[in-house]
């Protein structure tokens, strides 16, 4: 049974760092392409870092390039985002997906989200 636990999340002011684990399971972690995504209230999910299956291919919309690394421990089963220069508007439920058609980064990032797998979010809050 596949299962993904995303954690790290919490408050941190304008221009701190977060990092945000996904421990994933019944799946080994460069299966499948891997994304995180966040979702504002009131506004639509969007994918902000995403990382090819088999490859190290990652891919970064620009509003997060720069700021945002998604990285992987394949031993650990877990996926990395590590947050820099967190903004305001980077306040958002934070969720990392998997999807067993999808191998390249870049489609991952991008709609329609209808992705396989989906955790239950963390929080981040950046207060400015």
């Known amino acids: 049974q596949v299962q993904l636990v995303e954690s790290g999340g919490g408050l941190v002011q304008s221009g701190g760092s977060l990092r945000l684990s996904c421990a994933a399971s019944?799946?080994?972690?460069?299966?499948?392409?891997i994304g995180w995504f966040r979702q504002a209230p009131g506004k639509e999910r969007e994918g902000v870092s995403c990382?090819?299956?088999?490859?190290?291919?990652?891919y970064y919309p620009e509003f997060v390039k720069d700021r945002f690394t998604i990285s992987r421990d394949i031993a650990k089963g877990t996926v990395y985002l590590q947050m820099n220069g967190l903004k305001p508007e980077d306040t958002a439920v934070y969720y990392c997906?998997?999807?067993?058609?999808?191998?390249?980064?870049?489609?991952?990032?991008?709609?329609?989200?209808?992705?396989?797998?989906w955790g239950q979010g963390t929080q981040v809050t950046v207060s400015s």
């Open positions: 990382i090819d299956s088999k490859s190290d291919g990652t």
């Open positions: 019944g799946f080994t972690v460069d299966a499948y392409a």
């Open positions: 997906s998997a999807d067993r058609h999808i191998t390249a980064a870049e489609a991952m990032c991008w709609p329609p989200y209808e992705n396989d797998y």
